[in-house]
């Protein structure tokens, strides 16, 4: 499901409560920025709270609109951000931006509740790695 919304305040009703990934663009429809969230609905909401990171703010003053793709899994949601940040290259990205090093999905042992994450690097103690991935 895809869904498409004026980038002013949407309507948090119309945003799924689901994982999933977002897409912000400007007025000539070029990704700026891509996202993932457990909740598109609370991650989404979460960019109109006060205050905010000035990088942020400059983001949205420049976005037109959001999109945003639901996916079945968390995991789903960082692999679908991962592949837009790398075939959009959008400006406000920071990660996963550079073409250093093949990332590896990664699964911190050393905490009490496992995190999932995309590394890249050299690898740490505590973390199990899955990959490289191209």
């Known amino acids: 499901m895809v869904g498409i919304v004026s980038v002013r305040r949407p309507d948090t009703g119309s945003i799924p409560d689901a994982p999933g990934a977002y897409l912000f663009r ?12 457990i909740s598109l609905r609370r991650r989404l909401s979460s960019y109109w709270a006060k205050p905010q990171h000035p990088r942020t703010e400059a983001m ?3 976005a037109r609109n959001v999109e945003w793709i639901v996916a079945t ?5 960082l692999m679908l951000e991962y592949n837009l940040i ?3 290259k959008p400006r406000f990205n920071i990660r996963y931006r550079d073409d250093k090093s093949y990332p590896s999905l990664a699964v911190t042992l050393y ?3 496992p995190r999932l994450q995309v590394m890249r690097g050299a690898k740490r103690k505590g973390v199990r790695y899955f990959g490289p991935y191209s």
């Not at 007025?27 to 996202?35: E, N, P």
């Not at 899994?73 to 949601?77: I, L």
């Open 86 to 88: 790398k075939t959009h």
């Open 60 to 62: 949205l003053a420049s």
């Open 26 to 37: 400007d007025a000539d429809g070029r990704v700026i920025y891509a996202g993932k969230a």
């Open 73 to 77: 899994t968390e995991v789903d949601a």
């Open 111 to 113: 905490e009490e509740y």
